[in-house]
Nanobody, 117 residues
Framework: QVQLVESGGGLVQPGGSLRLSCAGS????????MAWYRQAPGKLRELVAR???????NYADSVKGRFSISRDNPKNTVYLQMSSLKPEDTAVYYC???????????WGQGTQVTVSS
């Protein structure tokens, strides 16, 4: 049974940093793209960052230069390093592991990130 477990969320002041982690179990995720999404109250879930099996990256424009996504394949883990956090980054952050051209698409339970003074 596949399971994704996130950690690292919390309360941080504007300008601060946090690192989110998402560890997968139940499969080998080396050939999956790994991504972070977020959903703020009253808004749609949006893609924050994605890292492909090749190592290629993409980021939402709103986080470019501030957030960095990375992966550790032997640990089946994806990370999101967030710096220079802003109040508008406040949201529930979800990790997603997906294998293209298949129906293998898994989500974490979400972790709250609150940026406030």
């Amino acid at each position: 049974q596949v399971q994704l477990v996130e950690s690292g969320g919390g309360l941080v002041q504007p300008g601060g940093s946090l690192r989110l982690s998402c560890a997968g179990s139940g499969s080998d995720f080396s050939f999956y793209s790994m991504a972070w999404y977020r959903q703020a109250p009253g808004k749609l879930r949006e893609l924050v960052a994605r890292i492909f099996p090749s190592g290629n990256l993409n980021y939402a424009d709103s986080v470019k230069g501030r957030f960095s996504i990375s992966r550790d394949n032997p640990k089946n883990t994806v990370y999101l390093q967030m710096s220079s956090l802003k109040p508008e980054d406040t949201a529930v952050y979800y990790c997603n592991f997906a294998r293209l051209l298949t129906n293998r698409d898994y989500w974490g339970q979400g972790t709250q990130v609150t940026v406030s003074s």
